[in-house]
Structure formats: structure tokens, C-alpha cells
């Protein structure tokens, strides 16, 4: 039994390591800077997708993970151009800055984890963009430009990193990924980690065992936003420029949907394959702008209604599916196509 495990886990580092083998050396391969764009909107997409999943292993839904992707690109943004600071100041400031309001927020709000939750989240995601475009001071729905883009990193033997092409920032955002997973696997095979999941599959059994609902949730709350701020930050150095825009309620439910694509159950993983579907899928299409939010909400339709684990869910669910039970739920599926019925 000892064996096995050892080969197992032996098997899951070696994966793990080609995974990272591979996401390092791609921009030693991939010439189209294109591309490289598009990998790095991967990974901010499984950052926040990420931030999802950790709310849902609480029993917490959220409508508002853009809004705090958007209070940690402005307070990034203004660091550095009323300030004077540099980005790697700014950074850990605005991860600090969308930590505290969660909170504050989180404090009051996630007392009631159910609708009044999601609302909540919903309307507080409004407020932020609406304050964004409302106040000058915050650039108006103009927005803000000229963000200046991170300092060089002197490294020796090499010389000065500087953030000119897409290849650096590439790498700082792969670098950035790779500590929140950690901190995040860290989170989830720990205590607190154990109790989330106990808290998720039943809060009644949950507190009866003597866990704390409010202050896991809270917890949960504050380090999933931080996250998200971390994002926000590398966003408005990226592009050098943010608007209110870019963190309305669609942007809440690209996060989502990141989520529920991959797998719910997979915390980690499942916005990873989440985020790269919902990135490079319109993009091989060439879907325009304007039905893109019509081919994503017919896609979540689709998702809850025949694939409601997602697609790790669904995969992990082939080895014990039978040619027999494969064609009954493909006859259930067609049933419900020609009945309007519902899926059992």
C-alpha cells in the first residue's frame, strides 16, 4: 500500500513538474507575441477563477469577485502615478488595500450566506464601477491612463529585466500564479482547508463540530479577494491603462464561469481549464464582441444543465459509465430536448 501511494505521488510531481517545465519554456518557442497576450490572460482568468472556487468551498456564491479585481488595479494605479511609488510597492499595497474592504464588507455581509449574499456581492460590484466612472479623482469612465509599467528587475549575470515586450510580463504573471496556487493548495490541505469542505457539505453538521461559520467564511472572503487585487494590480501595469468598464457584472461572471467550466470540485484545476477554454475558444472562433455574452450564457446553460460537475466532473465519471449507462443518459438528453423536461 506504501508502494502504491509513493507511485502515485511521485506520478503527480512528475506531471506537475512538466506542467511547469513546459509553461516556462513556452516563450522560447512561441514567437507571436499574440499568443503570449493570450496566455497571459489565462492566467490572470485562473487567478480569479481561483478566487471563485475558494468562496464556493465555503458555501459562499458571488457575484462580485470583479469588484475587488477592480479596487486592486485603481489603488495600483494611483500609487504609482499620484504617489510616486513603484510597482512592487504597489502591489502588496493593493493586495492589502482589496483585503481590508473585503473585511470591512465581508464583516456584515457574510453573516448571510445565501441570496442576500450573491445580491449583496452583486450590487457592491455596481457601486465600485459606478464610483469608478462617477469621480474624477479616479479618472471618470475615461478611465485612467499612462499607468507606468513595472521598474526593471537587476538580475545578476544577466542584467536589467525590463517590462517592454510581452515575455516579461509573461513570466512575472506565471510567477505570481504559482504562489497563489501554492498558498491556496497550502490553505486547502490544512485545517483551515478541512474545515471549508466540512463547512460546504453541511454547515448545521459543520458548527455542531464546534467550527466557526463566520470566521471561516470571513476568512475565505478576505484571502480570495486579496487574490483578485493581486490580479487587478498586474492588470492595470499590463495594459498601462484600466476603465470602469473592464470589471462590470460580465466580468463577474466570466470569473464564475471559469469556475463551474472546469469543475467545482476542483479547486485548483478547474479554473485552469476553465480560464484556457473561455480565453482561447472565442478567439480561434473570431467571435465579435457583441454576442460573445450571448454564446457565454448559452454555454453556462449548457454547463449546469448537462455538465453540472464540469468538465473534470465529467471525465471523472467515464470510468464508471458502461456503454448501457452511456446511452440511457444520452437518450435521457434527448428526451429532454424533444420534452422540454428536465434532466433527472
Not at 242 to 271: C, H, K, M, N, R
Amino acid at each position: 500500500m506504501r508502494l502504491t501511494i509513493s507511485w502515485r505521488t511521485s506520478g503527480k510531481l512528475a506531471g506537475l513538474l512538466l506542467v511547469l517545465a513546459v509553461l516556462v519554456l513556452l516563450p522560447l518557442v512561441i514567437r507571436s507575441p499574440y499568443l503570449i497576450h493570450l496566455l497571459i490572460m489565462t492566467f490572470i482568468g485562473v487567478v480569479l477563477g481561483m478566487t471563485f472556487s475558494m468562496l464556493f468551498s465555503t458555501g459562499l456564491i458571488t457575484l462580485g469577485a470583479a469588484a475587488f479585481y477592480a479596487i486592486g488595479a485603481y489603488t495600483s494605479a494611483l500609487l504609482t502615478l499620484n504617489a510616486g511609488l513603484s510597482f512592487w510597492l504597489a502591489l502588496p499595497l493593493a493586495t492589502l488595500m482589496a483585503g481590508v474592504i473585503a473585511l470591512l464588507l465581508g464583516s456584515i455581509i457574510v453573516r448571510n450566506p445565501g441570496v442576500a449574499f450573491v445580491v449583496i456581492t452583486f450590487i457592491f460590484n455596481a457601486v465600485v464601477v459606478e464610483a469608478a466612472g462617477g469621480l474624477r479623482q479616479l479618472g471618470g469612465w475615461g478611465g485612467i491612463l499612462g499607468i507606468p509599467r513595472p521598474d526593471p528587475i537587476p538580475l545578476p549575470f544577466y542584467g536589467p529585466v525590463e517590462f517592454i515586450t510581452k515575455t516579461p510580463y509573461y513570466y512575472l504573471m506565471l510567477a505570481l500564479l504559482l504562489l497563489i496556487m501554492l498558498v491556496f493548495y497550502a490553505l486547502y490541505n490544512s485545517r483551515i482547508g478541512r474545515a471549508w469542505r466540512a463547512i460546504k457539505l453541511s454547515p448545521a453538521l459543520a458548527e455542531t463540530l464546534g467550527i466557526n461559520l463566520y470566521r471561516y467564511r470571513l476568512l475565505a472572503f478576505v484571502i480570495a479577494s486579496s487574490a483578485a487585487g493581486v490580479a487587478g494590480s498586474f492588470y492595470a501595469h499590463y495594459f498601462q491603462s484600466i476603465i470602469p468598464e473592464a470589471f462590470g457584472g460580465w466580468t463577474s461572471i466570466y470569473i464564475q464561469l471559469y469556475s463551474v467550466l472546469g469543475g467545482l470540485d476542483f479547486y485548483l484545476l478547474g479554473p485552469a481549464i476553465g480560464a484556457a477554454i473561455m480565453t482561447f475558444l472565442p478567439e480561434f472562433l473570431r467571435v465579435a464582441k457583441e454576442i460573445e455574452p450571448l454564446i457565454t450564457g448559452a454555454l453556462l446553460v449548457m454547463i449546469i444543465l448537462f455538465f453540472p460537475g464540469g468538465i473534470l466532473g465529467t471525465l471523472r465519471q467515464f470510468p464508471r459509465l458502461g456503454p448501457a449507462s452511456l446511452s440511457a443518459r444520452l437518450g435521457e438528453i434527448k428526451n429532454w430536448l424533444l420534452s422540454g423536461r428536465n434532466l433527472r
